[in-house]
């Protein structure tokens, strides 16, 4: 006869199959964080989640991660990369980089830091003008 199931046993196998179901889920690009939208700190302009303003360049003074959607690392000791024991980061001091497909930033997440280059959903994004991929931008049309 198999073990009665406690209630804590239960509660981790739904916890499970939930996270199993948010990985496997794709999501639209404007749910995720690397697409929200932000206010420019300088200009005021409405635009989606970039490092630099689209307008003005200025830099941001609340960075969100393009990865987990965070504005402020919590986390005490865990997967940060840059250790910040017994205090809270918020600003650049969250940041570890910046994505090379959607010009977000990135948080010093040890998670946010491996994944998200790998699953940018930008990254086989194509122009709509131009009709050029990610990589291909930057160089001469004329250019053979």
């Known amino acids: ?14 916890m499970k199959e939930r996270q199993r179901e948010i ?19 300088q200009c005021k302009r409405v635009q989606k989640n970039r490092a630099f303003c689209y307008f003005c360049s200025a830099l941001q003074r609340l960075p969100i991660c393009g990865e987990c959607g965070k ?51 930008l990254r086989d994004a194509v122009c709509q003008e131009c009709k050029r991929g990610v990589w291909d931008q930057g160089k001469s049309l004329s250019a053979s």
């Open 1 to 14: 006869m198999p073990k009665k199931k406690t209630g804590a046993r239960k509660k981790a196998e739904k």
């Open 23 to 41: 990985r496997s889920a794709s999501r639209p690009l404007a749910d995720r964080p690397c697409n929200s939208i932000m206010e420019c700190d």
């Open 71 to 121: 504005q402020k690392c919590m986390m005490k000791t865990g997967d940060c990369v840059v250790k910040h024991p017994g205090q809270f980061t918020t600003g650049l001091g969250m940041v570890g980089a910046i994505c090379d497909f959607c010009e977000c930033w990135v948080c010093h997440g040890r998670k946010c830091l491996t994944t998200h280059a790998c699953t940018c959903v």
